[in-house]
Each structure stands twice: as C-alpha cells, then as structure tokens.
C-alpha cells in the first residue's frame, strides 16, 4: 500500500510539472499549435529526465532515491512474473522494435496517409480550422452542460473524420485503413 501511495505520488509530481511548465509560456513565447508546442520542450536524454526532475523539486535525498530504485525494480519484477511466457516474448518484441524504430527516427509522428496533393492538403487544413473553431464556440457555450458539450464535440469530431475521408481517394482511403488497422494492433507494426 505504501509503494502505491509513493507511486501515485511521484506521478502526481510528474504531472504537476508539466502542468507548470505549459502555464510558465508567456504571452508571444505561447506556440500556436502542438507541433511548435513539442518543439519548445527541453530534450530528454534519457527515459528517467521526467524522474530526474521529479527528485530535483522534492530534493530527495540520496537514500530515499535508492529506495525508490529498489522499490520500481521490485514493481518491476512482480509486474513480470504474472505475464505468461507468451506474453514476455511479445513484450520484449515490442521492445526491440520499439528500439529500432527510435534508432531510425520513426518514434515521431507520421502521416496516416502520404501522397495527399497540394489541393487535399489545403483542403483538410480548412476543415480542421473549422473544427478547432467550432469545437472552440461549442467550449465556450455557457447553456450546454459538460454532457452535451462532450456529445457535440463527439458528433463534431465524428462529422470531421468523414468530411476528411471524403476527400481521399480510394487507394488513400485504402491506405488509411491499412495504417489505423496496423496502428490499433500495437506492436506488429
């Protein structure tokens, strides 16, 4: 019970101080949208930065981030031992591609759909516009509650997605589906 409260409470930690860090953008210095956003974070250099940081706030000292080692690693280990041996060896073969894929620099996001031409482009461009700023005046409405609001934006979101397929072909309708279906099964990529 105590290694789940201390859990709970590092990802807290964690999730307070990426809070603070989007809230300390100032005024010109605020990006416009997600890709400048994640352009503007500082590089990680390793899987524990976020952790790094964590200690660094709480000024933990060396004995309590020895312990908090100790107590990932035996997390860790229980974790595994309730996996069946078919599990493990999809898992570590997720791993290892997840690993390559990184060392190739295929870890970022890529388009769903390649070969769109210019005008397609143009096109989903005003259409996500639009969503974005109905979405924002459907937020914004002060006589929905939150339940109407969320099934608005679902209907809105769902509306987008078919407009948008709408203006592919048929072989980048094809292609999307193959991309989403291979996305969703995880790690046959």
Request: hydrophobic share 30%; net charge positive.
């Amino acid at each position: 019970m105590k290694k789940l409260l201390l859990l709970s409470i590092m990802g807290l930690g964690v999730l307070g101080l990426q809070a603070q860090d989007s809230t300390q953008l100032k005024g010109a210095d605020k990006p416009t949208g997600v890709r400048e956003q994640k352009l503007r974070r500082p590089a990680r250099t390793s899987a524990h930065a976020g952790m790094n940081r964590m200690d660094s706030v709480l000024q933990l000292t060396e004995a309590q981030k020895i312990k908090l080692k100790e107590l990932d690693e035996e997390y860790r280990q229980k974790r595994l031992a309730v996996y069946t041996p078919e599990q493990k060896a999809r898992l570590e073969q997720f791993q290892q591609s997840r690993k390559q894929r990184m060392k190739q620099g295929r870890h970022a996001k890529s388009p769903l759909v390649s070969n769109l031409t210019e005008e397609q482009k143009l096109r989903m461009q005003t259409l996500r516009k639009q969503q974005r700023e109905e979405a924002s005046l459907i937020k914004a409405n002060t006589a929905l509650s939150e339940a109407e609001k969320k099934t608005k934006l679902k209907a809105l979101q769902e509306a987008n997605r078919e407009n948008m397929r709408k203006i592919l072909t048929p072989e980048q309708q094809e292609q999307l589906n193959k991309r989403l279906k291979t996305h969703m099964d995880g790690p046959a990529r």
